[in-house]
């Protein structure tokens, strides 16, 4: 495959690309950033990043607030709290911008001439004051912190006479203001340490434990730890440090410390099978010295020495093979001129302070990083620095100014000098916030493992990196290299977005390629054991989600089919859940029941139907296993199916599994589909014996989902006559029915002739073509009279025809006198009808002839029930429910609610009285107004039919509502809307 164009770097006809972040200069090539002012920086090669703004340390003022005539003879921090030693012998106390002050010269018995010195334990909760009396002796004071106040101070006793240089707390077993503090080490101006251990303000043991070699000089820097554990170190025992240094001199212990009931307890330590060889320097006593270390309450990491000829600074390993701590020292020289005053060490960089200025010296490179300059002339020499055990603050001091001294960006360069030191690990991780830098740091160490023959780590390398996409695959083509080539298309790979779908798709293809081609070559030199772990390579690689993803199924086909590599073709094909090419592939080897199974385990209907054509003529039992196992398949889909797999087995018997799976989309599963019904019909129709399809039309006979017509065509033509006979009386063709049953059976005849119960006519018509076809074809006389008695509704009268003119009347001589015997009982029930009727007239007769006597008395009083007038003042209507009328008035309301054609005939009655008055033909007008009478009082339009005809209308019609709203309306007032 060759590559036109990176598949990384912005193109103008790629789809999903994405331009390239700009990559900065060299930075080893770029100036050394200016700080401005007296700041400036120099790394060397290692210059700091361009991009990157501010300082490594930055320092600011704390303002504490002293009094105008007091001084600062000395600064302790801890916890986040500054004890100040004064020049007026007041020990102040500064936490969260608050003063506490403790003034020793109230207590006379102190006799203190000043301050010397302030030792505060991390918790800062015990403090230790070193103090000048008037007798020329040293006392040291002792006082504890009690909720932000401290105590009275107390004089140790046996501390008496001995000038405190330094202390080392016992930090792992520091308790508590009220707590004894525990064995803690004691140094002194003569060079002598002691354990002492104090204890509610008493010092329970004051006792020497070493003397350094070097006499009478100071020890200045002191560090007692815990260690941990080894395995191999016995119970109860503690594996303990101590450091400490003269002016001159470095010492180091590390061993053991057993339980023991005597003091000191810490003598087992400082023995010399415990000592490290230590360092010495030429003593300079103008010149400052102090011990300290990083971190400071942790186990120490590093730590450094200010000693006369420099820092002599190192870090501290674990020696596994005997549990002793291995320090790897080395010597920074300073400058000449002006001495130090001070040292704090951070996780990078020495500190150093002077009178009039502040250095920073990196510990992986010693060299000098930045530098500033004190104003001396406003803020006085500096005369020492402190540090913070807890909360990591250096604090710098003059004796009217105190300066915090802050780490605000001291890993900026870091990475740098980690990775021109081939520390690639450090490196990144002070550089994972950074791409540049990141992609600085994983070229330098592909290209170093490359160069040392790690191919495979530095292809992995390589595509962390921006380096040219095809430069690197070149090179790993041009040295043949083909698995490191594919370790660095797969991490390329893996690295790219979900929008590089190009790009991606364009590594699957490739990294394809490379697998068969390997593949392909191992397999021709005979390589199997190769072959097979590249196989499962290959096989893992296109499982990946992000593979199956970006590869082009077609692509990867046209890869696998070209290479002849069928195995992998079909796993791919599993992997992606190409059902349908699996399929074809069995069908393809023959492999019927594989190709079933295949189909079974996925879930598209749509392969059933495009494969049960080919595999039913083969496994036509197990397909329709399969059929029934999904219930979404659609059985008028495999209709062909099933059509192709009977031109294969033209014998249709019970053992014919369409009809079994059609027979069971039926019965079970209630499938009304004619196309359904009918083929399995027609399937029914060619078998040799009818029990199965008469069956199945006594099923349907009922609610047949078949075509009737269709249905009756196959029978016939298939010569099922039973079956034409079930037909054609599913149909209601009775006389059809029972006319073929005649051919066929007798009593399948008799059945269908009493099927139309509802219909006698029809039923004994049926009766009469069967007691017809057994006189005249079967001649059976005695027949023909049961056929008699089973249809009541046949005589003998009906039959006697059908029998030849010379029968004889023996036998049904019976039949006939029981015949006349009924037209006997007929006549006389007609008889008793008449006479009924007869009477019925009569007394009807008579019921009219009352009526016409029968009469209503109207009052004087009475009104029109429609008008309210009174009704004797014109011809009215009276009725026998007591409502009356003027005739007008009930003519009137009567017109309304008759139909169309009686409106008519009123209109033509009345112009036909018209014609009559004009004429004068009172004869015809009589009569025409009897008609009127009988049209407008055939009902009481009060309480009659009409009413309850009318119970839905309006009380008020439509086209009155205007006029009945006004009615109520009141004057003065607006009508609402009705």
């Known amino acids: 495959v060759i590559f036109k164009m990176s598949l990384f770097d912005q193109s103008?006809?790629?789809?999903?690309?994405?331009?390239?972040?700009?990559?900065?200069?060299?930075?080893?090539?770029?100036?050394a950033y200016a700080f401005g002012g007296t700041f400036r920086s120099d790394y060397g090669a290692a210059a700091p990043d361009p991009a990157a703004d501010g300082a490594l340390f930055e320092r600011r003022r704390i303002d504490v607030g002293l009094p105008a005539e007091a001084n600062i003879e000395f600064l302790a921090a801890a916890s986040g709290c500054l004890f100040l030693a004064l020049s007026n012998n007041h020990v102040v106390k500064r936490q969260f911008e608050q003063n506490e002050d403790l003034d020793l010269t109230r207590d006379k018995s102190l006799k203190i001439i000043r301050i010397a010195r302030i030792f505060v334990d991390p918790s800062a909760a015990h403090?230790?004051?070193?103090?000048?009396?008037?007798?020329?002796?040293?006392?040291?004071?002792?006082?504890t912190v009690s909720a932000n106040t401290m105590s009275k101070p107390t004089i140790l006793k046996k501390f008496r006479g001995f000038e405190v240089t330094s202390v080392a707390w016992n930090i792992a077993r520091r308790g508590g203001e009220d707590r004894p503090t525990h064995e803690m080490l004691i140094g002194t101006s003569t060079g002598v340490i002691f354990e002492a251990d104090i204890e509610r303000g008493t010092d329970k043991y004051f006792k020497q434990v070493v003397r350094a070699e070097m006499k009478a000089e100071a020890v200045t820097g002191l560090r007692l730890e815990r260690l941990e554990s080894r395995p191999r170190d016995p119970p109860d025992t503690r594996r303990m440090l101590a450091m400490f240094c003269t002016q001159s001199v470095w010492y180091y212990y590390c061993g053991l410390?057993?339980?023991?009931?005597?003091?000191?307890?810490?003598a087992g330590l400082f023995v010399k099978s415990n000592r490290i060889p230590f360092q010495q320097t030429h003593p300079d006593p103008s010149k400052a010295s102090d011990l300290v270390f990083f971190p400071v309450v942790l186990p120490p990491q590093h730590f450094a020495w200010l000693s006369t000829d420099g820092v002599f600074c190192g870090s501290f390993t674990l020696d596994k093979r005997d549990g002793k701590l291995v320090a790897q020292e080395r010597m920074i020289q300073l400058d000449e001129g002006e001495a130090p005053v001070g040292i704090a060490l951070t996780e990078f960089h020495v500190v150093l302070v002077f009178a009039s200025s502040m250095q920073a010296i990196c510990l992986l490179n010693d060299k000098q990083v930045q530098s500033q300059n004190f104003m001396t002339k406003r803020v006085g020499a500096m005369k020492g620095v402190t540090v913070d055990p807890v909360m990591d603050g250096i604090y710098a001091y003059s004796t009217k100014f105190i300066f915090k001294i802050e780490a605000a960006n001291e890993t900026r360069d870091v990475w740098q000098l980690f990775l021109d030191k081939g520390q690639y690990d450090e490196a990144k991780r002070y550089a994972a916030s950074n791409p540049v830098h990141l992609d600085k740091i994983h070229t330098r160490e592909a290209e170093q493992a490359y160069a040392g023959g790690f191919y495979l780590k530095a292809a992995e390398?390589?595509?962390?990196?921006?380096?040219?996409?095809?430069?690197?695959?070149?090179?790993?083509?041009?040295?043949?290299?083909?698995?490191?080539l594919l370790q660095y298309l797969s991490k390329k790979l893996f690295s790219l977005s979900r929008r590089d779908q190009m790009q991606a798709t364009?590594?699957?293809?490739?990294?394809?390629?490379?697998?068969?081609?390997?593949?392909?070559?191992?397999?021709?030199?005979?390589?199997?054991?190769?072959?097979?772990?590249?196989?499962?390579?290959?096989?893992?690689?296109?499982?990946?989600?992000?593979?199956?993803?970006?590869?082009?199924?077609?692509?990867?086909?046209?890869?696998?089919?070209?290479?002849?590599?069928?195995?992998?073709?079909?796993?791919y094909a599993k992997l992606i859940d190409d059902h349908e090419r699996i399929i074809a592939h069995f069908v393809q080897q023959g492999e019927y029941g594989r190709a079933v199974e295949e189909l079974q385990k996925q879930p598209h209907v749509e392969l059933f139907y495009r494969f049960a054509p080919v595999l039913m003529p083969y496994a036509d039992h197990a397909m329709v296993d399969a059929f029934k196992a999904h219930p979404a398949i659609e059985p008028r889909q495999l209709i062909p199916a099933f059509i192709r797999y009977q031109l294969a087995r033209p014998a249709v018997d019970e053992s014919n599994e369409a009809v079994r799976y059609l027979g069971w989309c039926v019965r079970a599963r209630g499938n009304k589909d004619p196309a359904i019904h009918n083929y399995l019909l027609s399937l029914y129709a060619k078998m040799s014996t009818d029990d199965a399809l008469l069956q199945y039309l006594e099923e349907c006979s009922e609610h047949p989902a078949f075509d009737q017509q269709y249905a009756l065509r196959l029978c016939t033509q298939e010569n099922k006559l039973r079956a034409c006979v079930m037909i054609y009386s599913?149909?209601?063709?009775?006389?059809?029915?029972?006319?073929?049953?005649?051919?066929?059976?007798?009593?399948?005849?008799?059945?269908?002739?009493?099927?139309?119960?509802?219909?006698p006519e029809l039923m004994k018509k049926l009766w009469l073509r069967i007691?017809?076809?057994v006189v005249e074809e079967e001649k059976d006389v005695k027949r023909a009279m049961l056929v008699l008695q089973e249809c009541r509704l046949l005589k003998i009268q009906d039959i006697l025809p059908f029998f030849p003119d010379f029968s004889t009347i023996d036998h049904f001589q019976g039949y006939i006198l029981e015949s006349l015997g009924e037209y006997n009982r007929d006549i006389e029930a007609l008889r008793q009808k008449m006479d009924s009727a007869t009477a019925s007239a009569e007394a009807i007769r008579e019921d009219i002839s009352e009526l016409k006597n029968k009469f209503g008395v109207v009052a004087a009083t009475d009104l029109c029930a429609t008008c309210q007038c009174p009704l004797l003042t014109r011809a009215f209507y009276v009725f026998p429910c007591r409502h009356t009328f003027h005739s007008d008035c009930l003519a009137k309301e009567v017109y309304n609610y008759l139909s169309v054609a009686q409106q008519r005939r009123v209109q033509r009655i009345q112009t036909q009285m018209q014609a009559a008055q004009d004429s004068g033909s009172y004869g015809a007008i009589t009569q025409l107004?009897?008609?009127l009478d009988e049209i407008f009082t055939e009902d009481c339009v009060a309480c009659g039919e009409i009413l309850i005809r009318t119970i839905d209308e309006p009380f008020v019609p439509s086209e009155r509502i205007d006029t009945y709203i006004r009615t109520w309306h009141v004057h003065g007032s607006v009508p609402a809307e009705f």
Not at 127 to 140: F, K, R
């Open 771 to 773: 007691a017809r076809h």
């Open 929 to 931: 107004k009897n008609d």
């Open 506 to 571: 364009m590594l699957c293809t490739w990294m394809v390629e490379i697998y068969l081609n390997a593949m392909n070559a191992f397999k021709d030199e005979g390589k199997t054991e190769a072959y097979r772990r590249l196989q499962d390579e290959f096989r893992k690689f296109l499982e990946s989600s992000r593979v199956r993803e970006a590869l082009d199924k077609q692509t990867a086909y046209d890869l696998l089919a070209s290479h002849g590599n069928i195995d992998d073709l079909v796993f």
């Open 12 to 31: 103008e006809d790629g789809g999903g690309y994405r331009p390239m972040a700009p990559m900065l200069t060299d930075l080893a090539q770029d100036p």
């Open 461 to 484: 390398l390589f595509a962390k990196t921006q380096r040219s996409f095809e430069e690197v695959c070149l090179r790993f083509i041009a040295d043949h290299h083909t698995d490191s």
């Open 730 to 759: 599913s149909m209601g063709h009775y006389e059809e029915a029972v006319d073929l049953a005649l051919k066929v059976d007798l009593n399948l005849a008799r059945q269908n002739a009493n099927k139309p119960q509802q219909d």
């Open 257 to 266: 410390v057993e339980p023991s009931e005597t003091t000191p307890a810490l």
């Open 127 to 143: 403090i230790l004051i070193l103090v000048a009396t008037s007798d020329n002796q040293w006392d040291t004071l002792y006082v």
